[in-house]
C-alpha cells in the first residue's frame, strides 16, 4: 500500500486537523498493532528501540537502558497524556519540523532503521535534514528502530525554548554532550532544532583535545562560529541558541 498513511500514535497527524470530524485516507496503516515495531532490545552497547515504543514507555525503562540525554529530552515533551500516544518513530518522522527528539538523537548519533518496500538500511538521523536545515527523511520510508550507542558522558544537558507543551513557531530544543579524558575535551557534540536544525561537526572537530577548563579565547571563537551559523533563523531564536551555546560552554570552563 504505497500510499497508504503510516500513523503510530497519531498524536501529531490529529493535531494538523481543526475540523469537528476527522479527515484521514481510506488506507491506513497501524503502526501500534505491528509487533515487531513495539520490541526494546538492549545489549551492552545498544539499544535498539522500536519505532512505535510511547515515549511515556521510552521513560519508564529501566535505569541505564537509555541515554540520559534521550531521558532528559523526552521530560521536555508536552504532557504525560501526549507522551503517553506519541511514539519515537513519530516524533523523528515529522516533516514539517523538527520535534523534539531530534537533537538528542543527533547527538547520540542514533541510526534510524528505514524500510521502503523490500529494502531496509541504517541512517544516522543527523543525515534527515536537507541544505537548508529542513527535515528530509526519504518520502515513502519507514523507520522501524532506532539504535542507540549507550556511551557513557561526563556532561549531557537538554533545554526547549518558546512554548513548551506545544510545537510552535518560537519552540526549539538544544542538547549537548562532553567526554573529557584526562583533563582533554575528548568528545564534543552540540545540536539545535526547532523549524530547522543546527549540527556542525566542524565547530565540534575544532574544539576537540583542548585542554578544560575550556580557555576564554577558545571559547570565543567557538561561540562566534555558532553564532555565525545561526545567522539565519529568525533574530529572537539565534539570540536563544547563543545563550545556550554560552551556557554549554560555561560548564566547560569551570
Ligand atoms: C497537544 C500536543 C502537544 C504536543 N507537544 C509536543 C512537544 O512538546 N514536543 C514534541 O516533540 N511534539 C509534540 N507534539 C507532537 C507529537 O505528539 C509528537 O511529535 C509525537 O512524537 C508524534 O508521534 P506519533 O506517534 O503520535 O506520530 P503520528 O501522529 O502517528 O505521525 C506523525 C507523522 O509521522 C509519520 N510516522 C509516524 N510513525 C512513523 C514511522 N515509524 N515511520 C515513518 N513515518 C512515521 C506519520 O505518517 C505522520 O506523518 C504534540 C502534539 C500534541 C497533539
Sequence with gaps: MPNALLYAGGSDILRAQAGRSLALPAEIILLGSVAELRQVALSER??????????????????????????????????PSVRS???IGGNLAAQDRFMDAWPALACLDALAECRRGTESRWVNVNRFVDAEGRPSLPPGSLVTRIRLPLDVWDLSAARKIG???YPGRSTAVFAFLARADKGILADFRLAFAGERAIRDRDIETRILGRRLPLPARERETRAAEYRERAAGLPPAMAAAFAALVDGAFDLLSR
Design 163 to 165: 512554548t513548551k507543551d
Design 85 to 87: 500516544l506519541a511514539t
Design 46 to 79: 545498544f539499544v535498539e528501540i522500536g519505532a512505535a515504543v510511547s515515549l511515556a514507555e521510552i521513560l519508564e525503562l529501566r535505569e541505564n537502558a537509555v541515554p540520559e540525554l534521550l531521558l532528559k529530552t523526552l521530560r521536555l515533551v508536552a504532557t
